[in-house]
T-cell receptor, first 111, second 112 residues
Framework: GESVGLHLPTLSVQEGDNSIINCAYS??????FIWYKQESGKGPQFIIDIRSNMDKRQGQRVTVLLNKTVKHLSLQIAATQPGDSAVYFC??????????FGAGTTVTVRA | KAGVTQTPRYLIKTRGQQVTLSCSPI?????VSWYQQTPGQGLQFLFE???????NKGNFPGRFSGRQFSNSRSEMNVSTLELGDSALYLC???????????FGPGTRLTVT
């Protein structure tokens, strides 16, 4: 079946370094992709989104890259901070407008 | 502006019982979606409501149902609870269908 998944379940990064979180998707018809951050005890929080007619979008300290050729999505976090420690999910919206989430990557920031 | 609120935050039920969870969206938001989050299956879409109508539904059995009221508040119900229904149930609201979703903190349901 079609699904959204992340390459690595965990990522440990030194404070101040850049983080890259990867996600592979299989539904080539998906038009909209979103990254969420979920901290312990909280619901997911929107970080940044991108539509399929773009290959890059930048926000504050975050950049999302979309490679439709290999169906790959990544989230880059610049100058990672302790507050960035969380679980990060990618999600895709299919033609049925349902959101499908990846399994998540747990990011731990080392001081 | 207050965020999405969900009640109760924690709930313990016994197999075979039924449960009702409540979600109050952000003021002005008319779309409410429900998700189930478990360690094994991750985040899975349950259903979406807009203007009191179910607009979309995930692949869950009929034991899972929901509704939305005229003030956009939503409830979901799970009947004949099973151990596997233990999960964090998340509600998200948005201004309209396909808009950015804002999640609540979730209701942690434990079925024993």
């Amino acid at each position: 079946g079609e699904s959204v998944g992340l390459h690595l379940p965990t990522l440990s990064v030194q404070e101040g370094d850049n983080s890259i979180i990867n996600c592979a998707y299989s539904n080539s018809a998906s038009d909209y992709f979103i990254w969420y951050k979920q901290e312990s005890g909280k619901g997911p929080q929107f970080i940044i989104d991108i539509r399929s007619n773009m290959d890059k979008r930048q926000g504050q300290r975050v950049t999302v890259l979309l490679n439709k050729t290999v169906k790959h999505l990544s989230l880059q976090i610049a100058a990672t901070q302790p507050g960035d420690s969380a679980v990060y999910f990618c999600a895709e919206e299919g033609l049925d407008y349902k959101l499908s989430f990846g399994a998540g990557t747990t990011v731990t920031v080392r001081a | 502006k207050a965020g999405v609120t969900q009640t109760p935050r924690y709930l313990i039920k016994t197999r075979g019982q039924q449960v009702t969870l409540s979600c109050s969206p952000i003021s002005g938001h008319r779309s409410v979606s429900w998700y189930q989050q478990t360690p094994g299956q991750g985040l899975q879409f349950l259903f979406e409501y807009f203007s009191e109508t179910q607009r979309n539904k995930g692949n869950f059995p009929g034991r899972f149902s929901g509704r939305q009221f005229s003030n956009s508040r939503s409830e979901m119900n799970v009947s004949t609870l099973e151990l596997g229904d233990s999960a964090l149930y998340l509600c998200a609201s948005s201004l309209a269908v396909m808009d950015e979703q804002y999640f609540g903190p979730g209701t942690r349901l434990t079925v024993t």
